[in-house]
């Protein structure tokens, strides 16, 4: 299984950015699908993950109301909707699927290698 991650960019604080994540190698419909961030010299965090069929998400409080996570499961893709950035959102923001519904990164099996997000003030 292979994710890719795009969509990520240089935006202005108050901004919207739309991230994608497109799996192949397999169908991931039935897994549970993540968006992780790391700041260099900071470990990863989770910022959200949203169920196999969409119907259940969870968030980082520091995205909540800001971030929303969807996903297209006949595209096999996830996405995350960013607005109102702000500069503490700028990170290599990686995706990744796992078997469960979790926001533990050791639960996720597969990940992408990450898109920039940077946002000025």
């Known amino acids: 299984v292979q994710l890719q991650a795009s969509g990520g960019g240089l935006v202005q604080a108050g901004g919207s950015l739309r991230l994608s994540c497109a799996a192949s190698?397999?169908?991931?419909?039935?897994?549970?699908m993540g968006w992780f961030r790391q700041v260099p010299g900071k470990e990863r965090e989770f910022v959200a993950v949203i169920n196999w069929s969409g119907t259940s998400t969870s968030y980082a409080d520091s995205v909540k109301g800001r971030f929303t996570i969807s996903r297209d499961n006949a595209r096999n893709t996830e996405y995350l909707q960013m607005n109102s950035l702000k500069p503490e959102d700028t990170a290599v923001y990686y995706c990744a699927a796992g078997r469960y519904f979790s926001t533990r990164q050791d639960a996720m099996d597969y990940w992408g290698k990450g898109t920039q997000v940077t946002v000025s003030s």
């Open positions: 190698g397999r169908t991931l419909r039935s897994y549970g």
